[in-house]
């Protein structure tokens, strides 16, 4: 590392960056920086390395460098963050810590001060800073970002980094999808499964897992933002599922045919799924949504992506209310639906939401979900759940996991030739990984 002046050439931190950190936000030349990372995974390790390196980078004399660090609570930031900069600066010479103010003052006169709770935020008001780091976002006020911190940034153009565990859908959750579309920022995700045993052993995972509920263990260790307080019903399965990679990659096989089953949007959502089979395993390709449309628009965008995706339907599964006869036209919509696509068209005969949905817990234990294309609709049935009167919420997410159930109930009802073989798929989705 290049020090500045009056420092020795070369000073060897004791700092070793986990690999994911590596090439994450150690690489990263962006000047905004968004990290959501598992517990554990070396989060505030690596975000106080990054203040210690940009300080002792910083040639500027006067005035001299500022960085800080933001925790949610005074006592809290001093009690862990505190004791990682007197560790990781202890080989600098000429370094002080001042115990009493929290703050690292370097030989070349730059500083790193800690920031904690509401007091914190009306000494940062009005003063420059060189970078910013703000640890356990979810747990700082939401407008410690915009309305504290950016602005100090202003004068240097300094960097900030904005870190934190998922805890459900808030301001966190709110920043990182702003921040996905902006070219301004990176945004990292790093889940249980990216760090390997290199932040956490496998026992201690799986002793986590136990400890945790399954809800808990996906917003905390998976980094879900969708995982709902209580109640989910597909939680266990989808981070089995996660858990396992079978979220990855999948394009269709183009030499067997793709099963679609929907439902009909009578509520809030017009869903379609897009499937193969390949022996026991399902293997989910797409996923559409919309809603006041016709049912024309499906269709057409059903053929549309075969097309271009280069595949064949099967057939299509549909729910037996499309057997209803609607008062305006007098046809049913299986009617209209029959008019429309080249394929068969089967109702899947009514079932009991209970039995509906043993039938798609066991179909997620045999499922692979092709992760873009599917994001959605995983995120809806990871938030499809009962309400405190003991049945299933109405709302979009039930409409997702409806058409989904409807493929795993139905699914028994097509015969098995024309679907893909298990071995090829298999190779086909290593070899895409
Ligand atoms: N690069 C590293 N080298 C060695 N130990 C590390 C490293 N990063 C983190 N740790 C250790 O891992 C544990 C968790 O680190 P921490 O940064 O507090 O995690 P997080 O903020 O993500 O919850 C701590 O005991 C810390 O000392
Ligand atoms: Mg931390």
Redesign the pocket.
């Known amino acids: 590392m290049n020090a500045p002046d009056g420092l020795a050439d070369e000073i060897v931190l004791p ?4 690999s994911y950190f590596a090439c994450t936000i150690h690489a990263t030349r962006k000047r905004w920086i968004f990290v959501v ?10 975000l106080a390395n990054t203040l210690i390196k940009a300080a002792l980078e910083n040639p500027r004399v006067d005035p001299p460098p500022r960085y800080a660090y933001v925790g949610p609570s005074f006592d809290q930031t001093k009690d ?1 963050v505190w004791a ?1 900069l007197k560790h990781y600066t202890a080989n600098i010479p000429g370094v002080r810590c001042l115990e009493g103010e929290l703050a690292v003052v370097f030989p070349g006169g730059g500083t790193i001060r800690l920031y904690g709770g509401a007091l914190a935020y009306e000494r940062m008001r009005g003063i420059y800073l060189d970078g910013a780091v703000l ?1 356990e976002y979810p747990l700082l006020n939401p407008r410690a970002w915009t309305s504290v911190v950016r602005p100090c940034l202003a004068d240097y153009r300094g960097f900030a980094i904005v870190s934190g ?1 998922s805890n459900g859908d808030d301001h966190f959750h709110a920043l990182k999808l702003k921040a996905e579309d902006d070219p301004a920022w990176d945004v990292f995700d790093v889940k249980i499964t990216d760090t390997g045993s290199e ?1 956490l052993s496998l026992e201690e995972v799986q002793e986590m897992r136990n400890d945790m509920s399954a809800d808990e263990f996906a917003r905390e260790m998976l980094n879900s933002f969708d995982a709902p307080v209580e109640g989910a019903y597909y939680t266990e399965a989808l981070n089995a599922l996660q858990l396992q990679n079978r979220v990855t990659k999948v394009a269709p096989d183009l030499n067997a045919s793709v099963v679609t089953c929907w439902d009909l949007g009578m509520r809030h959502l017009q869903v379609v799924w897009l499937f193969q089979m390949a022996g026991r395993e399902l293997h989910w390709i797409d996923y559409i949504e919309g809603r006041g449309k016709a049912l024309s628009h499906y269709t057409d965008l059903l053929g549309l992506k075969a097309k271009t995706g280069g595949f064949r339907y099967k057939a299509h599964l549909l729910p037996h209310d499309v057997e209803v006869r609607e008062l305006a036209t007098g046809h049913s919509r299986r009617h209209e639906l029959v008019g429309l696509l080249a394929e068969p068209v089967i109702t899947v005969p009514n079932h009991s939401t209970e039995d509906g949905i043993s039938a798609a817990r066991a179909a997620l234990g045999v499922s692979w979900f092709d992760e873009e294309a599917t994001r959605r609709g995983l995120a809806r049935l990871r938030s499809y759940r009962r309400g405190k009167s003991g049945v299933a919420i109405a709302d979009e997410a039930e409409d997702a996991a409806d058409a989904f159930r409807t493929g795993c109930v139905g699914v028994a009802m097509i015969s098995s030739t024309n679907f893909a073989r298990p071995g090829r798929l298999r190779r086909r989705i290593r070899g895409l990984v």
């Open positions: 700092y070793k960056p986990r990372a598992h517990r554990r995974a070396g989060k505030t390790v690596a862990l990682y640890d565990t932040a």
